[in-house]
């Protein structure tokens, strides 16, 4: 790929001061680590729809479906301001390019999951979305969207960063003249890691790039990418994994020799014991790839997802 991954972010995690209090909430991960391979689109919704800094705290009232965003002491409703300013953004943000957003958690605006909201008694339920986030993801319903907090659990990150580097190589694809050809193509080398999410998916959208002339291109491209990032939010599992990887094997039968296949056959009970880290057998098979010229298993995008910098299956 060739340039930074353009991801929308909420400015705080920057370590820019526009929390309500004046603060920030620097991630160092997010701007240290994988701020190497992105170009950020900070978004901060209070400060961008005019409140001040610091200001008075805000919170999620009345329906958790369509809340409302009133200020805690003097409840000041800001929900008009705020969804006037959103709607402004959106359009900008449609011309951004986007491959993923990253959100603040538990924000009344950013917030992706379990939200606070409260009813008429005061009592609150986690059962809400920010007014920006909500807004964000029903613009923008195939963009892979994240919190940050839950960026600290090994298998979320990993998932959340593949979807956005396959997002990248998707806007690649579609960068380039669309045909069936092209579309064939994408497919074919990402067959492996869609098989490591929904096999099921995998054969739908099989049917679907093998449906020649049956339906026009901007369906079939359209069809293609909702079932494309459907099945990249399945998570992966050892055993998927595994099933992938005994896939694998079946090129190599021809030109493994004993002792090398028993090798594999060990780690591969290993990493299903849970004893190495999935790196472990995917830096061997890159290995047997590169000595036995595989050509198939070379572009599939499952041995190479990320930038092997991100260290992200070293830990799932």
């Not at 705290?57 to 800001?78: C, E, F, Q, S």
């Not at 409260?118 to 919190?147: D, I, S």
């Not at 600290?152 to 580097?165: A, S, T, V």
Request: glycine share 6%; charged share 30%.
């Amino acid at each position: 790929m060739s340039d930074l991954i353009r991801i929308g972010i909420s400015r705080c995690l920057l370590g820019e001061p526009v929390r309500y209090n004046g603060g920030h909430q620097h991630n160092r991960y997010l701007t240290g680590t994988l701020g190497k391979f992105a170009e950020y689109v900070p978004v901060c919704p209070e400060v961008e729809c005019g409140l001040p800094t610091p200001r008075e705290t805000m919170r999620l009232v009345g329906d958790v479906d369509a809340p409302r965003l009133v200020t805690r002491k003097t409840k000041i409703d800001h929900t008009a301001r705020m969804l006037a300013w959103a709607r402004k953004r959106l359009k900008a943000i449609d011309r951004e390019d986007l491959c993923g957003f990253i959100f603040k958690g538990n924000s009344p605006s950013s917030g992706l999951y379990r939200v606070k909201v409260y009813n008429a008694k005061g009592m609150p339920a986690k059962l809400g979305t920010g007014l920006w986030a909500r807004a964000f993801t029903e613009r923008f319903p195939a963009l892979p969207v994240e919190e940050e907090g839950r960026l600290n659990d090994p298998k979320l990150r990993e998932n959340f960063i593949e979807q956005i580097f396959t997002m990248k190589r998707w806007r690649e694809t579609l960068a380039q003249r669309r045909s069936r050809r092209t579309l064939i193509e994408f497919h074919t080398r990402n067959k492996l890691l869609l098989l490591s999410h929904s096999p099921e998916n995998l054969r739908k959208m099989g049917k679907l790039v093998a449906s020649g002339k049956e339906v026009s291109l901007k369906e079939l491209y359209r069809d293609y990418e909702t079932l494309l990032m459907q099945s990249l939010r399945l998570k992966t599992t050892v055993k998927k994994n595994i099933n992938v990887m005994q896939h694998m094997m079946g090129y190599f039968r021809k030109q493994l020799a004993a002792d090398e296949k028993q090798e594999l056959l060990e780690i591969l009970d290993r990493y299903r014991q849970g004893l190495v880290p999935l790196i472990v057998p995917i830096t061997l098979f890159n290995h047997y790839v590169r000595k036995y010229g595989q050509a198939y298993l070379a572009d599939q995008t499952y041995l190479n997802p990320h930038p092997y910098e991100l260290k992200l299956r070293n830990h799932v």
